[in-house]
């Protein structure tokens, strides 16, 4: 193993002794010998059953042999990502019934298509929606009629938020059920360079809703290396999903078969399947250190600072953004996936996708081997690949090698020697910045500011061509507290253009980017929040910032008296407002600062004794 994860993970475990040990007290109470039914009185469990459309299910529940498996899901037709969850349920239970087992929907969590919402108010409920997907899912597990969970999510928030929510019921058997990238349309890059083109008035409306309309084209997870897909690499390192089914298209007979599979295999580790092994026990500080190698090793998005942190929070875990920079720092850059390059998802998984990604980290040492996994103990286990072969499911050994390195590399030959997360510190508070997707002669930029209290200012500055100069972006009060942190991806197109047009541009912003940004540094995430005390709040117009990426410097050179004297600003009046946001306002003042996963849960997890 290499020496810093190793010293990481073990001041991990030390961190977290105290909430670690209260979490796993508190599911091993939990689980119980028998099915969690037979502890029902018989009129919680007659409601639990009179459901059953199926007698033969009925029966079964009332026999404590077989495994009541509890379906939850994020099925709707918003997300193209999870339209192929529709057929999902009765898949499973049909699959289930072959074995003898029963499959129930216990519960529909909501999910948010941040590809819909960007730019519009609903991305100021995005991050929030997250916490709800987390209740959602504890209520739909609350009936506890169940011995084992398949979990169907894959966007943004969804996979934290069912994490979150599923790891408080972590004495439970579970498996995260992926539904597939859908097939690749014209590419991201020639996506971006037409939103450009528009942004420049140099391509009309119908030039780039035909270009929209190519890209994002059929049911299936779009195909950038966004927050989605990163979610998926995630889940199959942190042995959650079957090894080597995250990038397996929609609709095609090897994906159905990994989905009947996966609920076979999640009655395997139930108690009554003889080899238990509850999402609590999988869930540890080596897989969640693993789950931030995968982050590192892929360029993946910026949100995992987010929702890792939050995720481990969940399972009594305390990882902080220098435990994520110290491993991304050690750890090589193995895949270009865009907006880290030009190749897609689809060309990824056929490069050799997460079974290679997982061979050549292993055998580099960057990633605990030592781990439960939903297919028993060792992750060495997910170096096997899914064929079908005669209709019949065949594990057989990954490639050793890539078949394209201009995608994937090992990592004895990485497109970078480090992961290119930074944290960025300084004067003006700790955010993160994903260096991996930014030309290295972009990385740093020292400029004036020019201050913006809304992405739409940007947008009008812009337009009235008020920006043609090298300045560093400063938007504000977009913070948890402040407007639930939306992503600020909008903005793209625009720092975009100035780039091209040789300007040295950068952004600094309270709030968050979509997993999709790329190549202008952004310093994001910043902590204290602008809202909440924040030096954001004081920064003037024309202020010298400068933001280095390559140190992860920070800093605002006004002379330190002047700045001590600045008044902060007070926050835009009116927001959230409008499009329920007005609905979350006890959840943005619950919100943890964005180091802290900028969770609503934080404080209440902490206070448990
Ligand atoms: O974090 C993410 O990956 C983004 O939130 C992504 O899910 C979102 O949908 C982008 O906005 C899509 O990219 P475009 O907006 O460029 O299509
Ligand atoms: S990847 Fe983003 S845009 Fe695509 S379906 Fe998921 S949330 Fe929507």
């Given at each position: 193993?290499?020496?810093?994860?190793?010293?990481?993970?073990?001041?991990?475990?030390?961190?977290?002794?105290?909430?670690?040990?209260?979490?796993?007290?508190?599911?091993?109470?939990?689980?119980?010998?028998?099915?969690?039914?037979?502890?029902?009185?018989?009129?919680?469990?007659?409601?639990?059953?009179?459901?059953?459309?199926?007698?033969?299910?009925?029966?079964?529940?009332?026999?404590?042999?077989?495994?009541?498996v509890a379906i939850v899901s994020s099925y709707n037709d918003m997300l193209s990502a999870h339209q192929p969850y529709e057929h999902y349920p009765?898949l499973i239970?049909?699959?289930?019934?072959?074995?003898?087992?029963?499959?129930?929907f216990a519960g529909g969590v909501p999910a948010m298509c941040d590809g819909v919402t960007q730019?519009e108010?609903g991305m100021e409920l995005s991050l929030a929606s997250r916490e709800v997907i987390a209740m959602s899912t504890a209520v739909a597990l609350s009936?506890?009629?169940?011995?084992?969970a398949l979990l169907l999510g894959i966007c943004d928030k969804i996979i934290p938020g069912l994490m979150i929510g599923a790891l408080r019921f972590g004495?439970l058997?579970m498996i995260f059920v992926p539904g597939g990238p859908m097939?690749?349309?014209?590419?991201?890059?020639?996506?971006?360079?037409?939103?450009?083109?528009?942004?420049?008035?140099?391509?009309?409306?119908?030039?780039?809703?035909?270009?929209?309309?190519?890209?994002y084209?059929s049911p299936g997870t779009c195909t950038f290396y966004g927050t989605a897909n990163t979610n998926q690499v995630v889940m199959e390192v942190m042995g959650l999903h079957l090894?080597?089914s995250s990038f397996v298209n929609p609709?095609?007979?090897?994906r159905?078969?990994l989905t009947?599979?996966a609920?076979?295999?999640v009655?395997?580790?139930?108690?009554?399947?003889?080899?238990?092994?509850?999402l609590?026990?999988i869930v540890?500080?080596?897989s969640i250190?693993?789950s931030?190698?995968a982050l590192?090793?892929t360029?993946g998005s910026t949100n995992h600072t987010l929702h890792i942190p939050a995720i481990a929070q969940a399972a009594?875990?305390?990882?902080?953004?220098?435990?994520?920079?110290?491993?991304?720092?050690?750890?090589?850059?193995?895949?270009?996936?865009?907006?880290?390059?030009?190749?897609?998802v689809?060309?990824?998984?056929?490069?050799?996708?997460v079974?290679?990604?997982?061979?050549?980290?292993?055998?580099?040492?960057?990633?605990?081997?030592?781990?439960?996994?939903i297919?028993?103990?060792?992750?060495?286990?997910?170096?096997?690949?899914?064929?079908?072969?005669?209709?019949?499911?065949?594990?057989?050994?990954?490639?050793?090698?890539?078949?394209?390195?201009?995608?994937?590399?090992?990592?004895?030959?990485?497109?970078?020697?480090?992961?290119?997360?930074?944290?960025?510190?300084?004067?003006?508070?700790?955010?993160?910045?994903?260096?991996?997707?930014?030309?290295?002669?972009?990385?740093?930029?020292?400029?004036?500011?020019?201050?913006?209290?809304?992405?739409?200012?940007?947008?009008?500055?812009?337009?009235?061509?008020?920006?043609?100069?090298?300045?560093?972006?400063?938007?504000?009060?977009?913070?948890p507290?402040?407007?639930g942190m939306p992503e600020?991806h909008?903005?793209?197109?625009?720092?975009?253009?100035?780039?091209?047009?040789?300007?040295?541009?950068?952004?600094?912003?309270?709030?968050r980017m979509s997993g999709a940004s790329?190549?202008?540094?952004?310093?994001?995430?910043?902590?204290?929040?602008?809202?909440?005390?924040?030096?954001?709040?004081?920064?003037?117009?024309?202020?010298?910032?400068?933001?280095?990426?390559?140190?992860?410097?920070?800093?605002?050179?006004?002379?330190?008296?002047?700045?001590?004297?600045?008044?902060?600003?007070?926050?835009?009046?009116?927001?959230?407002?409008?499009c329920g946001r007005?609905l979350f306002?006890?959840m943005r003042?619950?919100m943890?600062?964005a180091?802290?996963g900028a969770s609503a849960f934080?404080?209440?997890?902490?206070?448990?004794?």
């Amino acid at each position: 193993m290499h020496p810093r994860v190793l010293e990481v993970t073990q001041r991990l475990v030390e961190r977290s002794r105290p909430t670690r040990e209260r979490y796993l007290a508190m599911i091993r109470a939990a689980a119980s010998d028998g099915p969690q039914r037979g502890k029902l009185q018989c009129a919680n469990f007659a409601h639990g059953v009179a459901g059953c459309g199926s007698s033969t299910d009925k029966q079964r529940l009332r026999l404590m042999d077989q495994a009541n498996v509890a379906i939850v899901s994020s099925y709707n037709d918003m997300l193209s990502a999870h339209q192929p969850y529709e057929h999902y349920p009765e898949l499973i239970k049909q699959a289930l019934r072959e074995i003898g087992s029963v499959g129930q929907f216990a519960g529909g969590v909501p999910a948010m298509c941040d590809g819909v919402t960007q730019g519009e108010a609903g991305m100021e409920l995005s991050l929030a929606s997250r916490e709800v997907i987390a209740m959602s899912t504890a209520v739909a597990l609350s009936h506890n009629m169940f011995d084992a969970a398949l979990l169907l999510g894959i966007c943004d928030k969804i996979i934290p938020g069912l994490m979150i929510g599923a790891l408080r019921f972590g004495h439970l058997p579970m498996i995260f059920v992926p539904g597939g990238p859908m097939p690749s349309g014209i590419s991201n890059k020639e996506k971006a360079r037409v939103r450009q083109a528009f942004a420049e008035g140099k391509a009309t409306r119908e030039e780039l809703l035909e270009s929209e309309m190519k890209s994002y084209h059929s049911p299936g997870t779009c195909t950038f290396y966004g927050t989605a897909n990163t979610n998926q690499v995630v889940m199959e390192v942190m042995g959650l999903h079957l090894p080597g089914s995250s990038f397996v298209n929609p609709y095609t007979p090897l994906r159905d078969e990994l989905t009947r599979e996966a609920a076979r295999q999640v009655t395997r580790i139930t108690h009554q399947g003889g080899n238990f092994m509850p999402l609590g026990e999988i869930v540890d500080e080596k897989s969640i250190v693993n789950s931030v190698v995968a982050l590192s090793a892929t360029g993946g998005s910026t949100n995992h600072t987010l929702h890792i942190p939050a995720i481990a929070q969940a399972a009594g875990i305390q990882l902080t953004w220098d435990d994520m920079a110290e491993i991304s720092a050690v750890t090589p850059t193995l895949a270009q996936v865009y907006p880290n390059g030009k190749a897609d998802v689809n060309h990824f998984h056929a490069a050799g996708g997460v079974n290679f990604m997982v061979h050549t980290l292993l055998e580099a040492g960057l990633l605990h081997e030592d781990v439960n996994t939903i297919m028993g103990r060792g992750l060495s286990r997910y170096l096997q690949e899914p064929f079908l072969v005669d209709g019949k499911l065949e594990w057989r050994t990954g490639r050793a090698e890539s078949l394209d390195e201009d995608i994937l590399r090992p990592a004895s030959r990485p497109f970078n020697e480090e992961g290119g997360l930074r944290v960025m510190q300084g004067n003006l508070g700790r955010g993160v910045m994903k260096v991996s997707a930014v030309a290295p002669n972009h990385q740093v930029v020292e400029a004036p500011a020019r201050v913006f209290h809304d992405q739409s200012e940007l947008a009008a500055a812009f337009k009235a061509g008020e920006l043609e100069r090298d300045f560093v972006a400063v938007v504000r009060f977009q913070g948890p507290k402040a407007l639930g942190m939306p992503e600020l991806h909008k903005l793209t197109p625009y720092l975009g253009v100035l780039q091209d047009r040789g300007f040295k541009v950068a952004l600094v912003t309270d709030g968050r980017m979509s997993g999709a940004s790329g190549k202008v540094p952004a310093a994001i995430h910043l902590c204290p929040e602008a809202i909440d005390g924040g030096p954001l709040a004081k920064v003037c117009d024309d202020d010298l910032i400068r933001v280095d990426g390559r140190t992860g410097e920070l800093k605002i050179l006004v002379p330190a008296d002047e700045w001590m004297a600045r008044q902060a600003v007070e926050a835009p009046q009116g927001t959230g407002v409008g499009c329920g946001r007005e609905l979350f306002a006890f959840m943005r003042g619950a919100m943890s600062t964005a180091e802290s996963g900028a969770s609503a849960f934080t404080s209440s997890l902490e206070a448990l004794k």
